[in-house]
Every structure is written in C-alpha cells, then in structure tokens.
Antibody, heavy 116, light 107 residues
Framework: EVQLVESGGGLIQPGGSLRLSCVVS????????MSWVRQAPGEGLEWVSF???????SYADSVKGRFTISRDNSRNTLYLQMNSLRVEDTAVYYC??????????WGQGTLVTVSS | EIVLTQSPATLSLSPGERATLSCRAS??????LVWYQQKPGQAPRLLMY???IRATGIPARFSGSGSGTDFTLTISSLEPEDFAVYYC??????????FGQGTRLEI
C-alpha cells in the first residue's frame, strides 16, 4: 500500500521558517515527480513545487526564492524548507506524487498557519 | 501560464440527476487534462486523466470528454457520495502546474 505522511506544520510568525517532511512508503521518492500542493482555508488547490529524478526542481512564482524542495532517498522522504513565511502562505500543504498522468497519490496534509 | 476556468462555481442537483461540469483552458492543453474530487477534510482524489480515462476504481458513472481548450466531466446519475468539490488540472504546458478554481457540487 502506498502511503505519504506529512509532518512539520504548525503556527509560525511572519518572517519565520518551517521545514515540512513527507515520508513515503510503498514507493520510492527518487522516481517520478514528487510535488508539494497547498490549499489555503476555504480556497482551491495551488501547486507549490516539484522535484524529479535527476535532481531538477521547479517552483511557483509565489514561493520562488523562499521555498526549497529536496529529498533524502535513504529515508524515502520529501522535504519543503519554507523561509521568509508570509500570512498568505497559510494553507494545508500536501505532498503528492505524479506517476506520469496526474497526482495519483496524496498525503493527508499538514497545516501551516502564519500569524503574529 | 495556462489559466483554467471552471463553471459553474456551484451546481445544485439531487441524487439520481445528471451533472455536467466544465473546464476551459486559456490555451490548448491537447488532451492533458486531469479531474480530481475533494471531500471536506480529505485530500483530492484523482478521477480522470488524459481528459477521458478513468483512474483505477472510479465508477463508470464518471466520464470525461474534450480536447484543446474545452473539457467536460459528466456524472451520469448522482450518488450521495458524489457531492464534493471538483477540480481540473492541466499537465500539457508546465511548469507551472495549474488547477481550476473548482466546482462545488451540492445537494
């Protein structure tokens, strides 16, 4: 069974940093596209970042220069380092995996709240 | 960036009725359009990919059609568990990966 389990969310002040983790079981993180997708309270889905085999990555303009995606193949874990957090970054953050035709696998999400 | 516009924003129907949801792209995405269903408190679930292919385990009452810029998700006869929010996503021209704003299907 494939499982993606996120952690690391919480309440953080504007300007602060958080690192989210996504532990994957049943698949490896070093193949296919691994992404972070977020959803602000009551809003729709917003793609944040992806990484894929070969080490390349890409970011939404809204987080470029502030967020960094990475993975640890030995731990089968995906990360999202979030710096210079803003109130508008408040959202549930999902890790998701695209095997080539869409986000088939999702975690349960972790809530990040940026507030003073 | 390809913008996806879903309509209607909210669709009010009853069990047993037919639902038709639309997704329009600002430029052609060929057939690379994906549909998701999301229920409150849950992660999205992939329903359809490549516009018309049902994902594993998705009931046959769900069907998708379209290519280029205009796409439709049809639910032939609504079941109580189908009332949820539906999103489309394009994967033809990325990054960025883009989603529509969603259609809420309510009773």
């Amino acid at each position: 069974e494939v499982q993606l389990v996120e952690s690391g969310g919480g309440l953080i002040q504007p300007g602060g940093s958080l690192r989210l983790s996504c532990v994957v079981s049943g698949l490896t993180v070093d193949t296919d596209y691994m992404s972070w997708v977020r959803q602000a309270p009551g809003e729709g889905l917003e793609w944040v970042s992806f990484t894929y085999s070969g080490g390349k990555s890409s970011y939404a303009d809204s987080v470029k220069g502030r967020f960094t995606i990475s993975r640890d193949n030995s731990r089968n874990t995906l990360y999202l380092q979030m710096n210079s957090l803003r109130v508008e970054d408040t959202a549930v953050y999902y890790c998701a995996r695209d095997p080539g035709f869409g986000f088939l696998y999702w975690g349960q999400g972790t809530l990040v709240t940026v507030s003073s | 960036e390809i913008v996806l516009t879903q309509s209607p924003a909210t669709l009010s129907l009853s069990p047993g009725e037919r639902a038709t949801l639309s997704c329009r792209a600002s430029q052609s995405v060929r057939e690379f359009l994906v549909w998701y269903q999301q229920k409150p408190g849950q992660a999205p679930r992939l329903l359809m990919y490549d516009a018309s292919i049902r994902a594993t385990g998705i009931p046959a009452r769900f069907s998708g059609s379209g290519s280029g810029t205009d796409f439709t998700l049809t639910i032939s006869s609504l079941e109580p568990e189908d009332f949820a929010v539906y999103y489309c996503q394009q994967r033809n021209n990325w990054p960025p990966i883009t989603f529509g704003q969603g259609t809420r299907l309510e009773i």
